[in-house]
């Protein structure tokens, strides 16, 4: 039988000692299967699960099948860049050996396409993706569903061994190869080259990226200027026109990205090439009567004394180095996005959470059937990014700046610091002094996540209130009590407050599903459409920040771009990593076979429940974003309802 929500919840103090007992009974025997550690040898120090992820865990077929979808499509570009290179004498590689990469790619298309044909008669109307869970229990029933997902996996593990690079195509794809912008996007052989692909030299695209890019969360306000950051009043004049820095300052028109916090990276080296980390400042402004921030200056590292300050120029001589400084940034932005805001503040994060409700929150409590189902698939791709992304010689190594025990040790720290009440979305724009949209108009990332979060809280908020009547039900639930408790402890989860009334568990819930579902989502999915792209945003810069603002041409732009070998690996993981759109927020399911319906309780359920709410909530939100993104001069879709997984599943 599949596993689904009780269908009547109850609170532990309200229970007869004989329900109280079985509750403790599954709590031990969840325990024994659910424990701590912080000795997970690729992030040591972050308190994880303990061991291999459960069979509960595991990926649903459904999640397999859009995984084979993605993956194929990245072998065939995969397949495709080789055979170019090798015809540029770039690779050596004989074509014979490509053409049968290219016929064995065939075959395991062919076996996907088998077992998708297995679930496609589709009977009843609709898409083979709308009415995937029926197809499969018409067509198979729940044994030959398990049968599927075995081949499956067997099927993906091939294309997964096809798009690895050997050592030898990583070393003949390495220093030698001139950097030139033809050939990044030449690695979008038959994927589609993103648009920043053209625009991202733009100094407007530039700035636009702090606000609606894959790290929009880190620029903050200001109104003084950093004791380190050498930045004149007289060059900021000569940048912004019409304004000067004093009047900006005081008027709340001045912001800053400071990237400090990469201090745990140690620069690293990949085929022997040394490999640069930067902690830049970049200071923008909204220019008087503007709506949108314009770069002002970027100073390349913390030590003013030592750092000039680059600031735009059509000069010559100047050019380049503002474009250098402007890649430095994007560097940082790439480190700080992946190790901080993405595996830092959301999957590491969320794993706490995770395992402190299976551990502390019997299957009877209704907050257990609440939060449970946005925790699908988080232990699984958590343990996949620790035993294979940021692993030695894996992806996060050869990618990005640091020494892998450095990145490692980077993500760690971050999710020690995260505090939890202070992230709060209304509680981190106000500290981070952008919730006036009459100081900061243009912010996609602010404006849309307010309406998400709202829909989330009067979702959580009508829900709660089934099932506690008052303060009085939240300071004496044992188990609630005892859930924040391990999240305060083992769980190691700074600013998780002790829960003692509702409208304090209503926003620590909302928390919850917001960093599970919309903020996940605003960090995951511009991976694909900005980050794949390595001259746009990467990982490691590969010549060291200049000294001089002067002097700089475009060939000394180009080699502070990656290697082709990890340009393409990059290229090929964000897309993996942004392309996975599974089960919309709103969507509540079994994980199990065949995927009925997560709530059974009619007091949820019913055309008066609250979820029927939080759908046409979510709808509404919908519209409105869709209205948004017509008028802006760039859609932002990351925080459109439809795009959002209920949980944090890659």
Same mark, same amino acid.
């Not at 745990?264 to 830049?280: C, D, E, F, I, M």
């Not at 189902?373 to 996949?384: K, Q």
């Given at each position: ?23 403790a ?6 325990q ?5 550690t ?10 994880l ?5 459960p069979?509960?865990?595991q990926p ?6 859009l ?5 194929l499509?990245i072998?065939?570009?995969h397949l495709?860049?080789k055979?170019?290179?090798? =015809?540029?004498? @770039? ?11 290219i016929?064995?790619?065939?075959a ?13 008669h ?11 869970a029926?197809?499969i229990e ?12 075995a ?15 050997? $050592? ?6 390495g ?6 912008l ?14 920043i ?9 530039f700035?636009?990226?702090r ?5 929009a969360i880190?620029?903050?306000q ?13 060059r ?6 019409g304004d000067?820095l004093a ?7 001045v912001?800053?990205?400071d990237y ?6 140690v620069?690293?080296?990949?085929q022997?090439?040394?490999?640069y ?36 120029s ?20 790439g480190?700080?996005?992946e ?7 959301t999957h ?10 299976r ?5 009877v409590?209704?907050l257990?059937?609440?939060?449970? !189902?946005?925790y699908?698939g988080?232990?699984f791709?958590?343990n $996949?990014?620790?035993?294979s ?8 190594d050869?990618?990005?700046a ?20 202070r ?7 106000? =500290?981070?002094g952008?919730?006036?949209a009459?100081?900061?108009?243009d ?18 908020s ?7 009547a ?19 402890g083992e769980?190691?989860?700074k ?40 001259? $746009?945003?990467t990982?490691?810069?590969w ?8 002097g700089h041409?475009?060939?000394?732009? @180009? ?5 082709l070998?990890?340009a ?7 897309? @993996?990593?942004?392309?996975l759109h599974?089960? !919309?927020l709103g ?7 065949p995927?009925p ?10 055309p008066?429940g609250?979820?029927?709410r939080f ?6 939100? =919908? ?6 993104n ?8 990351y ?5 959002i997984?209920?949980?944090t599943?890659?």
């Amino acid at each position: 039988m599949p596993h689904q929500a009780p269908a009547n919840p109850s609170l532990p103090q309200n229970d007869t000692p004989a329900e109280q007992a079985a509750r403790a009974a599954q709590l031990v025997a969840t325990q024994g299967v659910y424990g701590w550690t912080t000795s997970v040898p690729s992030l040591p120090g972050a308190p994880l699960l303990n061991g291999a992820p459960p069979a509960n865990e595991q990926p649903t077929l459904t999640w397999l099948i859009l995984l084979a979808d993605e993956l194929l499509a990245i072998v065939k570009n995969h397949l495709a860049v080789k055979k170019l290179w090798a =015809e540029q004498n @770039l690779l050596p590689a004989a074509p014979a050996a490509i053409a049968a990469e290219i016929a064995a790619l065939a075959a395991i298309e062919l076996a996907i396409g088998a077992i998708k044909d297995k679930i496609a008669h589709n009977t009843s109307g609709g898409t083979i993706w709308s009415r995937i869970a029926e197809d499969i229990e018409l067509a198979l029933g729940a044994a030959g569903a398990v049968a599927l997902d075995a081949a499956l996996r067997d099927q993906l593990a091939h294309l997964f061994d096809v798009v690895s690079l050997t $050592a030898a195509e990583h070393a003949a794809l390495g220093s030698r190869t001139p950097r030139d912008l033809e050939r990044y996007r030449e690695l979008f052989q038959t994927l589609t080259l993103p648009g920043i692909g053209w625009t991202f030299q733009d100094d407007a695209e530039f700035a636009r990226l702090r606000v609606a890019g894959p790290n929009a969360i880190l620029i903050r306000q200001i109104t003084t200027l950093p004791d380190n950051f050498a930045l004149t009043a007289e060059r900021y004049a000569a940048v912004v026109n019409g304004d000067d820095l004093a009047t900006a300052l005081a008027a709340g028109r001045v912001f800053l990205c400071d990237y400090a916090a990469l201090n745990k990276l140690v620069p690293g080296s990949y085929q022997g090439q040394a490999k640069y980390a930067y902690r830049p400042l970049a200071l923008f402004a909204v220019p008087p009567g503007g709506a949108s921030l314009v770069p002002v200056a970027i100073q390349c590292g913390q030590d003013g004394s030592v750092d000039p300050v680059f600031t735009p120029s059509v000069r010559p001589d100047e050019q380049w180095g503002w474009d250098i400084a402007k890649f430095i940034v994007q560097v940082a932005d790439g480190n700080y996005h992946e190790l901080v805001a993405h595996l830092a503040h959301t999957h590491l994060v969320i794993e706490a959470l995770a395992l402190a409700t299976r551990r502390h929150l019997a299957e009877v409590h209704p907050l257990w059937a609440l939060l449970v !189902p946005h925790y699908e698939g988080t232990l699984f791709i958590n343990n $996949a990014a620790a035993t294979s992304l940021i692993t030695p010689g894996g992806p996060i190594d050869h990618i990005f700046a640091g020494t892998i025990a450095s990145s490692q040790a980077q993500a760690v720290a971050a999710r020690l610091e995260f505090d939890f009440t202070r992230r709060m979305l209304p509680h981190d724009l106000k =500290e981070r002094g952008v919730d006036d949209a009459g100081v900061l108009p243009d912010y996609p990332y602010r404006d849309d996540a307010l309406l998400v979060w709202q829909a989330i809280h009067q979702w959580v908020s009508g829900y709660v209130g089934l099932y506690y009547a008052g303060d009085a039900d939240v300071a004496g639930d044992p188990e609630l009590a005892a859930w924040c408790a391990e999240l305060q402890g083992e769980g190691q989860l700074k600013g998780f407050p002790t829960l003692t009334t509702v409208a304090g568990l209503i926003d620590a819930c909302t928390m919850i599903l917001f960093t599970c579902s919309a903020q996940h989502a605003a960090v995951n999915f511009p991976q694909k459409d900005v980050m794949e792209f390595a001259p $746009a945003v990467t990982g490691a810069g590969w010549e060291a920040a200049p000294l001089e603002r002067q002097g700089h041409d475009r060939s000394d732009w @180009l080699d502070t771009m990656p290697p082709l070998a990890p340009a393409l690996q990059q290229l090929e993981t964000l897309y @993996l990593l942004g392309s996975l759109h599974y089960r !919309p927020l709103g969507t509540y399911q079994s994980r199990d076979f065949p995927y009925p319906a997560w709530f059974q309780d009619p007091r949820v359920t019913g055309p008066e429940g609250p979820l029927v709410r939080f759908q046409a909530s979510l709808q509404a939100v =919908e519209t409105r974003i869709v209205a948004r993104n017509a008028q802006r001069r760039v859609a932002y879709p990351y925080l459109l309802p439809s795009r959002i997984p209920t949980s944090t599943n890659i």
